[in-house]
């Protein structure tokens, strides 16, 4: 089965920093760029960030750049979100998802996860 | 940044009832346009990519059209387990960008 597990999740202070993982199973990594989606209580979706099938092309939202890091291990099928000085309105679910690349480059995000909670309190 | 606005907000409709999202980019997207369906506390669920291709195992009752800025997402025959969220995101350029989301419910 194909699938993506998010973990990490938590309560945090603002400031914090938090590592949210995402292990994929059931298809093959290192072939998928991967995104990170986040959605705050009640409200929409949020794209946040991209990272390319090696690791060399990453795209993020501006509101964390320079906060949050994407990372991939390809050997172990994992993807990474580091969030540091962490905000209340970082406060969400984030979905890992995997992205579909066709040859006419018409992306789209068809597998995700069930998410993983960050909640940013003091 | 490319700003997608998705229209209603809200509607209200019954079982069986056509019904019609449209989604309108800032700027020209061509066919980079995805639609996603999302049920209370769960993951989103991909629908159409590219405007208008429906996703393997989506009911053929759900179809999309357009091209550059204005895009509509149509439920032929509104069924019981579709009254719930629906968002359009444009993968033209970073950063990627979705629409606020249109809430469908039962009238």
């Known amino acids: 089965e194909v699938q993506v597990v998010e973990s990490g999740g938590n309560l945090v202070q603002p400031g914090g920093s938090l590592r949210l993982s995402c292990v994929a199973s059931g298809f093959i990594f290192s072939n998928n760029w991967m995104s990170w989606v986040r959605q705050a209580p009640g409200k929409g979706l949020e794209w946040v960030a991209n990272i390319r099938r090696d690791g060399n092309e990453i795209y993020y939202v501006d509101s964390v750049k320079g906060r949050f890091t994407i990372s991939r291990d390809n050997a172990k099928n994992s993807l990474y979100l580091q969030m540091n000085s962490l905000r209340a309105e970082d406060a969400a679910v984030y979905y890992c998802?995997?992205?579909?690349?066709?040859?006419?480059?018409?992306?789209?995000?068809?597998?995700w996860g069930k998410g993983t909670t960050v909640t940013v309190s003091s | 940044d490319i700003q997608m606005t998705q229209s209603p907000s809200s509607l209200s409709a019954s079982v069986g009832d056509r019904v019609t999202i449209t989604c309108r980019a800032s700027?020209?997207?061509?066919?980079?346009l995805n639609w996603y369906q999302q049920k209370p506390g769960k993951a989103p669920n991909l629908l159409i990519h590219?405007?208008?291709s429906l996703q393997s195992g989506v009911p053929s009752r759900f179809s999309g059209s357009g091209s550059g800025t204005d895009f509509t997402l149509t439920i032929s025959s509104l069924q019981p387990e579709d009254f719930v969220s629906y968002y359009c995101q444009q993968s033209h350029s970073a950063p990627w960008t979705f629409g606020q989301g249109t809430k469908v419910e039962i009238k």
């Open positions: 590219a405007a208008s």
């Open positions: 700027q020209s997207i061509s066919t980079y």
């Open positions: 998802a995997r992205v579909v690349e066709p040859s006419d480059y018409h992306y789209y995000m068809d597998v």
